[in-house]
Structure formats: C-alpha cells, structure tokens
C-alpha cells in the first residue's frame, strides 16, 4: 500500500509501544492489509487504531489487568465495525463475513502469541 509521504505506518502507536511491541503492530497492520482491501484514507487511520488496540490489549491482558483489556477488546471490536461500516459504504451491504470482529482480532493476537514462541525457541537455541 502507498502512503502519502506525511503518514507512515505506527505514527499514532510508536510513540507509546515498545521496540518488540512495534513489531507486533507492524505485524498486524501487515496482516490486515493482506486480509481486507483497504482504502488510503479512513481504512488507513481504523487499521492504526485497532492494531495499536490489540497490542495494548495483549499488554493488559500480560499485565492482568482485567478492566483495562475490557476496555481495549472494546475498542478493538469498535474499530473493526468501523473498518466494516468503511467497507460496506464503499462496496454496498452485500458484503458476506463469516467471523465476527472479536473472532478476527483473537486470530490477529493468536498468530502473533505464535511467532513470539517462535522467536523465542529461536533464541534459546543460539
């Protein structure tokens, strides 16, 4: 995907995640774009909301701080109805998903929990 030279993937979520954190996003943002047609404008800053949502999801959950990922799966479920409300103006309500939001992100921080054990038995074998 182009970006316009001013806006560049992580610049709402860099400035509070942590170097593996921004990985991770970057991660999701890459997966997303290849999961979902996405427009340059409204899709671009929706996808940077719900990918820094989800790593600061994770975190709480790390953390086990019950009311704070309430809060982030909340707003992740409310950023990808809104990449769907996006989606649907775009193409019209014929639209047919099969997964729910929740079940979408769940995968998201599944495959990312995944490549972290990865690289992390990488590590301990060098």
């Known amino acids: 995907m182009e970006l316009p030279d ?3 993937h992580g610049f ?3 400035e509070i995640l942590d170097v593996e954190e921004r990985k991770n996003f970057l991660g999701v943002v890459k997966q997303m774009h290849e999961d979902f047609k996405m427009n340059k404008s409204s899709d671009f800053y929706a996808v940077e909301l719900v990918a820094t949502n989800l790593i600061l999801f994770r975190r709480a959950a790390k953390n ?3 009311k704070a990922t309430e809060a982030y799966d ?3 479920r409310l950023h990808l ?4 409300a996006t989606k649907n ?5 014929t ?3 099969k997964t729910t939001p929740a079940e979408w992100a769940a ?3 599944k495959r990312v929990n995944e490549e972290d054990k990865e690289k992390q038995v990488e590590k301990s074998k060098s």
């Open 81 to 84: 109805s809104d990449l769907k």
């Open 95 to 97: 639209v047919n998903i």
């Open 74 to 76: 909340r707003m992740v």
């Open 6 to 8: 001013t806006l560049k």
């Open 89 to 93: 103006a775009r193409e019209g309500e």
């Open 12 to 14: 709402l979520a860099f």
């Open 64 to 66: 086990g701080d019950v």
């Open 107 to 109: 995968s998201i921080l």
